[in-house]
């Protein structure tokens, strides 16, 4: 195989795999009008239609859709032996590529971001802010962070950070107005902050627990949202009682800004976990920050 054909048939598998000329330019670094070209001239050596082409979608052909069954594994399979020479190298070098939620990024990640580079100056890190579950195979992610009970059974997991713990919160000036909650019960009869799951859409049913007894209450309130940030803000704008993460709640709490409200029935739970495909051995990159963060 001449080494254009090699590069033709990555063209290929990149505007294949994105299903978008613009997507898989942007992501091999060249042009899309230029990978068009590419392409055409692939289809036009081998004398068969790979991509149906319209101005919305760009489908494969059943020509196309058979080549790239027998070649894409081919491509995978070339970068993880490059990956794995890495493991010959003094220092890990490369890239790596991490999906987590903004709540970790915020307190697990961004606080050791430069005792990572410090210590790993040839990796380059990418992290993707995504709140809602991603797929980390087809988003092609060496790894992402969520909390336990969200992970695919078939992935590799790896603790990250302690326990957690819930928090039922409120302003001074909303507690001032309608009182405190004395049971998770009550709360019924309050404004509460709702969040919407940006994975599926559904609105989370508030959890608890106390001496072994665990349930879900169906809060009401003037406003859902499917951002934390934003349910804290709310919150200490007296918009109603949020429920959150222990460590988004902390500065809060502790500017006397919120009040912990129903501690009792809120107890600690397994945290984040980083996760990957154990379809093969782990970088050396992934490894490294790995290291890093669950120091």
Request: hydrophobic share 45%; glycine share 8%; with cysteine.
């Amino acid at each position: 195989m001449r080494g254009s054909e090699f590069a033709d048939l990555k063209a290929f598998c990149a505007v294949a795999e994105e299903s978008s000329f613009a997507r898989a330019a942007a992501r091999l670094g060249v042009s899309a009008s230029a990978l068009s070209q590419t392409v055409r001239g692939l289809e036009e050596r081998l004398d068969v239609r790979l991509l149906n082409r319209t101005t919305r979608s760009v489908t494969m052909t059943q020509a196309g859709a058979a080549l790239f069954e027998r070649v894409s594994p081919l491509f995978g399979a070339f970068a993880a032996a490059l990956v794995d020479l890495g493991q010959f190298r003094a220092e890990p070098a490369g890239a790596v590529r991490i999906n987590a939620p903004r709540v970790v990024v915020q307190h697990l990640i961004v606080p050791k971001l430069g005792a990572f580079q410090r210590a790993y100056p040839a990796i380059e890190l990418e992290i993707a802010v995504e709140n809602r579950i991603t797929d980390i195979v087809a988003g092609r992610f060496d790894a992402g962070i969520r909390l336990g009970e969200r992970l695919e059974k078939d992935m590799v997991a790896v603790r990250l950070g302690g326990e957690l713990g819930m928090a039922v919160v409120a302003s001074p000036d909303y507690l001032a107005r309608h009182g405190a909650p004395a049971t998770p019960q009550d709360l019924h009869r309050h404004a509460c902050i709702r969040y919407r799951w940006p994975s599926d859409g559904t609105i989370y049913r508030w959890e608890f627990e106390r001496e072994g007894e665990e349930f879900a209450v169906a809060v009401d309130g003037p406003l859902i949202v499917n951002d934390s940030e934003l349910m804290i803000d709310a919150a200490i704008e007296g918009v109603g009682i949020a429920y959150l993460l222990d460590i988004q709640a902390r500065a809060g709490l502790e500017s006397g800004k919120l009040v912990s409200l129903l501690p009792e029935w809120t107890p600690r739970f397994p945290g984040f976990y980083l996760y990957h495909s154990g379809r093969r051995q782990r970088p050396p990159t992934l490894q490294a920050f790995i290291d890093v963060f669950r120091r």
